[in-house]
Each structure stands twice: as C-alpha cells, then as structure tokens.
C-alpha cells in the first residue's frame, strides 16, 4: 500500500491528487513550488516506474509546469528529481523569478524556509487549484 513519506508530508501541503501523482504545495512561501508525487510503492527512480506511468508522470510534470509558469510569470521552470535525502520518487516543479530569494543557486539549498501562514497557505492552495 502507498504512503507518502512522513520527510515529504512535513514539508508540504495537498493540494490534489492526479491520475498518478499527489500534488502537494512546499511549505517555503519564497517560491511557488510543486511536489508531484507518483501514488506508487517503493519507486525511488524513474526508471522503475512502468512505461505507462512514465509517460503520465511526464504530462503531469508539464502541466504542473504551464501552470505554475503563466500564474506566477516565471522567468525558468526548475524540475528535478534529485532523491538524495528523500529516496520516494517525487518531481520539483518550482517556478522561478530573476532575482528570487535563491538566485542564482538552488531553492532546495536556499535555507531557512519560510513557511505559509495559515490564510496565506489557503489562498494559494486555492489559486494552485483553479490554475491547475
């Protein structure tokens, strides 16, 4: 049975679930920063995920993308999937702007978060829905 991992669930917020990934908001307000996560059990790569939910994972990548990129304006879309310090297998889409709290290193690097305020965290979570 899937679970999503416990690191992955203090650090974000649902937003949704998709056919294959649970959308989840990254609790740092600096950024506007998806998690989609595959709802699949003891996947850490790609690789291991079959062809079908590859090809899925890749569409709701783009899609997370096109939105995050025309809500927020961004200048870059960051995706990545590093897995160094949480192995389940979940995509960074993070929109970026010239001159944002990170630039010009990484947002995962870029510490100490600052996460949402309850209303705050709402507001985008709903704004995330209706662009999604």
């Known amino acids: 049975m899937w679970a999503l991992d416990r690191r992955l669930a203090a650090d974000s917020h649902l937003v ?32 291991e995920l079959a062809a079908e939910d590859r090809t899925a994972l890749i569409e709701e990548v783009a899609r997370a993308s096109r939105a995050l990129a025309a809500l927020f304006k961004a200048d870059k879309m960051n995706v990545a999937a590093l897995g160094n310090v949480v192995r389940q297998l979940h995509v960074h889409v993070v929109a ?16 100490p978060a600052i996460p949402y305020d309850a209303a705050s965290r709402e507001r985008m979570i709903a704004r995330l829905k209706a662009a999604l």
């Open 16 to 47: 949704e679930d998709w056919a294959l990934s649970r959308v989840l908001l990254m609790d740092d307000s600096r950024f506007p920063w998806l998690i989609l996560v595959p709802r699949r059990e003891n996947v850490s790569e790609l690789h």
């Open 96 to 111: 970026r702007q010239k001159g944002d709290a990170a630039q010009p290193g990484l947002v995962w690097a870029s510490k």
